[in-house]
């Protein structure tokens, strides 16, 4: 991206409208979200259900990809779409499903791509001060997915959109949802499909026979569906107990590499996840309030990776089969000490038990984790114009079980390899300060020092799927550590109009790296292990601004800007990683029915890789929708995605899906 289409942008964030995230009307509205926090600690980078579907975000990547700081990331062979948030990865950043923290306990992330928005009421990104009330590693931030609760005695909602490319329909995103609620509590059933038949390729591509054939994406279908249901009590209008069981079934492919003759297929015939949680809200007195959680959450996944295309044919591939599962129980407690003050302490508990087999007659390779987590926070309303916040938190886990099979050619089990017990421990804290100024514009100033355990993948993968290369484990590896700074300023050029400026620092420490240890002959492969040894510096801006400009007309932009420093003598770069990013949305309402909604999502160039120059190039590409209410609760929407055809990539040698089409029709009662 040149420097004068940058500098243009950067104006229109500060002169023109906060960002998407942020309206008047919904920026802190708690009824959509479930993260813990003190109320004046809580962040304001919100995005609603119906700001998603205006925006026509199908999955929680996309919708966070709206917000500033925010880049969307994919893992090549391995088809996950997850986010960088200010220069922290997935890992670093936890994600939280009604306030339940999700992931796959072996690798310690979650794929975004599969997670639809569909059934969500908001999607919450915190960011510089990040409550540690919520629980541990909040190394880089959070973010948290709220699910939709009944309102209404009925209420009900049913989308049927169906998708069309390269003169084809492809896929389909179908929703319903059936909700009722009285005095004593609520009920309510839903469920979703968005099935994908194949991806359609951008024109340019047609010529390129390693991405596809006939404008089709080799290898690109994919199939999630997820049923949910939700019961709650209301005994008391501030009491609410509600317990929610989901189901979430997926099948997905992964596209080969386009630019690599070399290819690889990889297929998830599973990739599936079930969980059972409860959430409890009581207000004990008027001034004390407690919280609490329980919850269990399984996935399981099943893995097929063909070496070749003739590997493919002829149904030889390499079994890989996850079988993991979590318990988890949280509680929070708040004291309301003067009329705006409040103390909070929370504690929770988590055990992570992941169970691997790469043969389906072998037994189960076992690790489990149990994590603690005690936290405190004080709101304290200093003045009528200053707020200052501040938290403590100390974490600490144990790997209570570590066992691998070892098995001959015949994979016959010759032994078994058992690990030593290991513990981290980690202490954490906090402090923000906001300053309300007379014309209602806020200042606010953040220092942080959080940490993030390492993964059981870190700590004991041998091997790499997808090369030669193995590693010697190393259970015994410490938390990262980042130490964050952020300076914000929001302001308001008429009630309607607003917009936010922000600069951070964030430096990181023992960060965890792999390093190149020797050269295995026997096995013809590089050797490796993950060590605590690397420091990464980040500087960057974030700039928004949102509002409405006329009664036919809203627009919104944010810009982000990142710099990055790696310290280590291996990491040159840090990959996929664009040092600008920007995101544009326009609305036109020329009558109240029918609106025109546009938006433009920029990005500058990335490093693919950390230790070699290759470049991922930048792109802009264009959304256009458009919808129209014909009373009775009846809609009716049609857009185009990628209207310019272009063919973009944020992995090297994994194309983006080209121009696609969509109609829909939506009910709501």
């Known amino acids: 991206m040149k420097i004068k289409q940058i500098t243009y942008l950067v104006g229109m964030a500060l002169f023109t ?79 939280f499903f009604d306030g339940i923290p999700t992931y796959v306990p072996y690798d310690g992330t979650l794929d975004l791509g599969r997670f639809m928005t569909s059934e969500l009421s908001s999607v919450e990104l915190s960011i510089g001060y990040t409550s540690l009330l919520q629980g541990p590693n909040l190394m880089g931030g959070a973010i948290n997915l709220t699910t939709a609760t009944p309102k209404k005695p009925l209420e009900a909602n049913i989308t049927l959109n169906q998708g069309f490319a ?38 340019s591509e047609d010529n390129n026979p390693l991405a596809g054939t006939h404008g089709r994406r080799t290898n690109s279908a994919t199939d999630d569906k997820r049923l949910m249901l939700k019961m709650g009590w209301t005994p008391r209008e501030t009491d609410e107990y509600v317990v929610t069981y989901l189901k979430q079934d997926g099948d997905k492919n992964s596209a080969p590499n386009a630019d690599s003759p070399k290819q690889q297929i990889w297929q998830w015939p599973e990739y599936d996840k079930e969980s059972i949680y409860f959430n409890g809200n009581t207000q004990l007195t008027n001034d004390i309030a407690l919280q609490s959680r329980l919850y269990h959450d399984k996935f399981t996944n099943t893995l097929h990776q063909y070496k070749s295309v003739k590997d493919y044919k002829n149904g030889v591939y390499n079994y890989s089969h996850y079988d993991d ?19 909070s302490f929370a504690a929770h508990w988590k055990e992570d038990i992941h169970r691997a087999r790469s043969n389906k007659d072998v037994p189960y390779d076992r690790y489990k984790d149990q994590t603690w987590s005690v936290a405190t926070e004080y709101q304290w309303v200093a003045t009528d114009k200053l707020d200052i916040i501040g938290g403590i938190g100390f974490d600490w886990r144990s790997s209570d079980d570590g066992k691998r099979y070892l098995y001959n050619k015949k994979n016959v089990v010759t032994g078994i390899e058992t690990y030593d017990g290991n513990r981290q421990r980690a202490f954490n804290w906090e402090l923000m300060a906001r300053y309300h ?8 100033f953040s220092i942080s020092d959080r940490s993030r355990f390492p993964t059981q993948k870190e700590r004991y993968t041998k091997n790499k799927m997808k090369n030669k290369d193995s590693f010697v484990i190393n259970p015994h590896l410490d938390a990262e550590r980042a130490l964050t700074y952020d300076f914000t300023y929001k302001g308001y050029i008429t009630p309607n109009w607003s917009y936010n400026a922000s600069a951070y620092y964030n430096h990181v420490s023992d960060a965890i790296m792999a390093h190149y240890m020797y050269y295995d002959p026997t096995e013809d492969s590089d050797v490796y292990q993950n ?13 928004g601004s949102n509002g409405q400009i006329s009664d036919w007309m809203s627009i919104g932009l944010n810009y982000s800007y ?99 089409y969509w109609l829909g029709i939506e009910y709501n009662y």
């Open 166 to 203: 390269r003169g084809a329909d492809n896929a389909h995103n179908i929703s319903a949802r059936l909700g009722a609620r009285n005095d004593l509590g609520f009920i309510q059933v839903s469920g979703s499909q968005y099935k994908q038949r194949f991806m359609g390729l951008p024109a």
């Open 437 to 444: 100024l007379d014309n209602n514009d806020t200042v606010q």
């Open 17 to 95: 409208t906060h960002s998407f995230a942020e309206t008047t009307e919904e920026k802190i509205n708690r009824d959509v979200m479930t993260v813990w926090s003190t109320p004046l600690a809580a962040d304001e980078h919100v995005i609603t259900q119906s700001q998603m579907q205006q925006l026509n975000r199908t999955n929680v990547a996309q919708a966070l990809s709206t917000m500033p700081g925010v880049v969307i990331q994919k893992s090549g062979n391995r088809n996950e779409t997850q986010v960088n948030v200010r220069g922290f990865d997935s890992r670093q950043v936890p994600v």
């Open 562 to 660: 990142i710099h990055a420093d790696p310290k280590h003598y291996s990491v040159k770069h840090i990959a996929e990683l664009p040092s600008h990013k920007a995101f544009v949305w326009v609305k036109f309402t020329p009558y109240e029915p029918l609106s025109f909604t546009i938006t433009e999502e920029a990005r500058s160039w990335a490093f693919n890789y950390i230790d070699n120059n290759d470049k991922v190039r930048g792109f802009a590409k264009t959304d256009i929708r458009i919808d129209y209410d014909l009373g009775q609760g009846i809609s009716v929407n049609t857009s185009i995605n990628n209207l310019f055809d272009k063919s973009y990539q944020y992995t090297k040698g994994y194309i983006e899906e080209g121009r696609n």
């Open 325 to 343: 599962y979590s318990n988890g129980a949280d509680m929070r407690i708040d004291f309301t000490l003067r009329e705006l003050d409040m103390l």
């Open 531 to 543: 060590r605590n040894s690397g420091k990464v510096n980040y500087a960057g801006i974030d700039l």
